[in-house]
């Protein structure tokens, strides 16, 4: 294939391409945040629950200011209106797993993160369709934009970060106790 060919493809990928790469990311996601779940201590999740500062803290960031943040950034820069409504969409979605990857890396509090992440993810079913409704508002942005099916994309995202994550504590508990019998 020559790079011309290649560009070409990149450019204009066809749906085999684009619903293989979509399951290889899928997979991989989950592979990742199986082995995040795997190093999660159940102590340390009753601990941040038991004390909720910090995951307040970041609730608030992640699910008030960055799209409130986003709606100014709207209205003070002269990007065009589809990276604008980029930039609002970015703002409104659930931390991503990414998140997670990075602050096991850097060692921060990943149970915190992984927290973070399955709330998120959680309340985005009710957040993101907030946001885009006072977004479309403020903006007069046509409300067609925004129209996808929450539901759906919020079920798949707890599917691909949050199950596995769940799967992997579940599989680090009771493996213990089977290595105890």
Do not use: W
């Not at 065009?80 to 998140?99: D, E, R, V």
């Not at 885009?132 to 007069?140: A, Q, V």
Request: glycine share 2%; with cysteine.
């Amino acid at each position: 294939m020559s790079l011309s060919n290649l560009i070409e493809t990149l450019l204009n990928p066809s749906e085999h391409l684009l619903t293989s790469f979509s399951l290889i990311s899928s997979l991989g996601l989950i592979v990742v945040m199986f082995s995040l779940g795997l190093k999660i201590n159940l102590t340390e999740i009753k601990k941040i629950l038991k004390k909720p500062r910090d995951l307040f803290v970041g609730l608030f960031f992640q699910i008030i200011l960055l799209p409130i943040l986003a709606i100014i950034l709207f209205f003070v820069t002269d990007f065009s209106s589809n990276i604008k409504i980029a930039i609002m969409i970015i703002a409104c979605m659930p931390s991503a797993a990414t998140s997670n990857f990075i602050a096991n890396k850097i060692d921060a509090d990943t149970s915190l993160s992984i927290t973070l992440t399955s709330l998120c993810t959680l309340l985005a079913i009710y957040t993101i369709p907030f946001f885009f409704k006072i977004f479309s508002l403020l903006t007069k942005t046509d409300a067609f934009v925004f129209n996808v099916s929450y539901t759906e994309v919020i079920i798949k995202i707890f599917a691909i970060v949050t199950v596995p994550v769940i799967i992997a504590i579940l599989f680090k508990y009771y493996l213990t106790q089977i290595k105890k019998i």
